[in-house]
């Protein structure tokens, strides 16, 4: 065993905790290593030995790690740890470093063979970046339902049945990245991975290890880079996993306040330092043995603060975790690849470097934006103009951390509704707001991300047991509104005025945020060679020879109105505008254009620089 390594462990600073515990192939059979500092006798049983818990019996050393040697075990074959407890009471866990396990209900660990020789990725893991000045343009999925072979609930499909469909839809639709929701082991489904049992355990649900690394290898030599949720906040409740492992919290907070969560499971001890190496090891093999290109940590707001609680005060624990996780993450990985943090606080500094004092993380949700923008297309347009401050408000504060605009799960799940059914009125009003909506979102400074079912305007709230319903592609309504995703994606990647500053006020510039009474906004993304005028209208009423301050003389050429036909919007027909900047001052701007705006909808225009 390398002392280097287990002295990195102890101290919080090893990343490659994986090379040390679990179960490792050698020359003379398998190595079995697990740390239980305070447990009285463990044995390794499994299908090598028939579960006898007399045949391979470990030995402990004085740091608490125990190890055997087994002769006769294999790739493949189950096994558990039989653990004698600091209680003297005796359980069968699992291993907390396997690499593969049993599918729920059953529990045991599987010996598994991580080497992969078909590797073709090189190319890709060499340019890959975190896409600051890159169009970052995420399609969140859950593997399992995204498209099934048969509906049947107790049916997994499988990486290589969904790997060139997916493919091909991530090119239409000009997504950059897949993000995967979370891959670790877990025992209830309804979970959809984010109440985990093995970190280092890929699900047995959608194939083999092998077959996620030929998953991810193939997005790769697509040109799609990947992502998965990450949970490194807390681990569920069940006796065979983590929970009291030795008889003793291990990797939970001993004190019952801090360590039960919101969630009913435990909260990991972000202070000890064996945990942060088991952490920061768990994400970066995801990264070092899966090649995944970055990861999105989950509920990061209960990590911050005490029970996700900002009166409780600031968990300065978890935060230096986070802090050393990110910085080692990103040295490990030259920089190249993002982590992402799901935060709903106003905690600072999440995307700033960790040698500047922040958290270190790369991104950080806006899920401010998010809600605020949805909470106001819920309301009747006759309302709205008492709230346009939560269309305009991101902009107070989006130069105060690297922010993504998302639509993510959480947003259409358990009576929450759809991206589309949140929004007011009628079937037809409802697509002309999310039209409009998803306009803003694509020309709002910041990356993308959006749950699968997004683009096809599903209205039926997303159950993992479930496909998308891809079948409402063959209505006129639904086919449009994806047309529109697509132009709009497209758009976005194209052109760097959506993208290249994003992080700068040098790319968006507001023409008109104040316009309440018509419930109206307009502004201004600028690039290399061309900009665009984007002009929102969340009212009911249609506005002609309307007047709009513009930086530069030159024609202004429709490219995108939502109301046109192919969008199945209510327009006649799909005739652009051409607008001619004449010398009029409007909205502070030397120059004036004159357009008509359509009611429920979005228009974008777009100008060469001369």
């Known amino acids: 065993m390398d002392q280097k390594k287990v002295q990195a462990f102890f101290e919080g600073n090893e990343i490659k905790a994986y090379h040390i515990f679990g179960a490792h192939i050698t020359d003379s059979g398998v190595h079995f290593a697990v740390y239980a500092p305070n447990a009285k006798s463990i044995s390794v049983i499994g299908t090598f030995n028939n579960w006898d818990d007399e045949s391979d019996i470990m030995t402990k050393d004085q740091q608490g790690i125990w190890e055997v040697d087994v002769a006769n075990a294999k790739p493949g074959h189950s096994y558990k740890y039989r653990i004698t407890q600091a209680t003297g009471t005796i359980v069968d866990k699992m291993d907390p470093y396997a690499f593969y396990s049993e599918l729920r209900p059953n529990t045991a660990s599987i010996i598994s063979d991580l080497s992969y020789d078909e590797w073709t990725d090189q190319k890709w893991l060499k340019q890959r970046n975190k896409g600051f000045d890159s169009p970052v343009n995420i399609y969140e999925i859950h593997v399992g339902s995204w498209k099934k072979p048969d509906e049947d609930p107790e049916t997994f499909v499988h990486y290589h049945e969904i790997e060139q469909d997916l493919i091909e839809h991530c090119k239409k639709h000009h997504f950059t990245h897949v993000e995967m929701m979370p891959l670790c082991e877990y025992p209830f489904d309804g979970s959809w991975g984010y109440q985990c049992t093995g970190y280092f355990s890929s699900t047995s649900r959608y194939g083999t290890n092998h077959e996620l690394m030929h998953f991810v290898n193939a997005l790769h030599n697509a040109g799609i880079g990947v992502i998965m949720d990450f ?127 922040g958290l270190g993380f790369d991104y950080k949700w806006d899920l401010g934006w998010m809600n605020d923008t949805l909470n106001y297309c819920k309301k009747d347009p006759i309302y709205r103009q008492w709230h346009q401050n939560s269309i305009t408000f991101s902009m107070a504060y989006f130069y105060s951390e690297r922010f993504m605009n998302v639509f993510s799960h959480d947003e259409v799940v358990h009576g929450k509704a759809t991206i589309v059914d949140k929004m007011w009125g009628s079937y037809e009003d409802k697509f ?179």
């Open 231 to 357: 949970v490194p906040v807390h681990f569920v409740k069940d006796n065979y996993a983590l929970a009291m492992y030795d008889g003793t919290p291990l990797y939970e907070y001993a004190k019952p306040a801090d360590a039960y969560s919101q969630w009913d499971t435990y909260n990991f001890d972000l202070w000890k330092e064996e945990v942060r190496s088991f952490l920061m090891s768990a994400a970066n093999f995801w990264i070092d043995v899966y090649h995944f290109d970055g990861l999105r940590m989950d509920a990061i707001s209960n990590a911050i603060f005490w029970q996700g609680d900002k009166r409780n005060g600031v968990n300065e624990g978890a935060c230096n975790f986070m802090r050393r996780m990110n910085f080692n993450l990103h040295k490990e990985h030259n920089g190249k690849i993002m982590l992402i943090a799901e935060d709903s606080t106003d905690f600072p500094n999440v995307t700033r470097s960790t040698l500047d004092g």
């Open 432 to 610: 002309a707001q999310a039209r409009a909506v998803y306009t803003y979102m694509f020309t709002h400074p910041g990356k993308k991300l959006n749950f699968m079912g997004n683009e096809i305007g599903q209205l039926r709230e997303w159950d993992e047991t479930k496909s998308c319903d891809w079948f409402l592609l063959k209505y006129p309504m639904h086919d449009a509104f994806n047309h529109l995703f697509q132009d709009l994606a497209k758009l976005y990647v194209e052109n760097d005025a959506f993208w290249k500053n994003d992080y700068s006020p040098e790319s968006f510039e507001w023409i008109d945020a104040d316009n309440a009474t018509h419930n109206m906004f307009s502004y201004l993304r600028k690039g290399t060679d061309k900009d665009y005028v984007i002009i929102l209208n969340f009212s009911t009423n249609p506005y002609d020879h309307q007047q709009f301050g513009v930086p530069c003389m030159g024609e202004y050429h429709e490219i995108v109105n939502t109301e046109w036909p192919k969008y199945n919007g209510n327009y006649k027909d799909d005739t652009p505008q051409k607008c001619h900047a004449v010398r009029l001052s409007r909205n502070g701007k030397p120059f004036m254009i004159e357009c008509n705006v359509p009611s429920l909808g979005a228009t974008i225009f777009e100008v060469k620089k001369k």
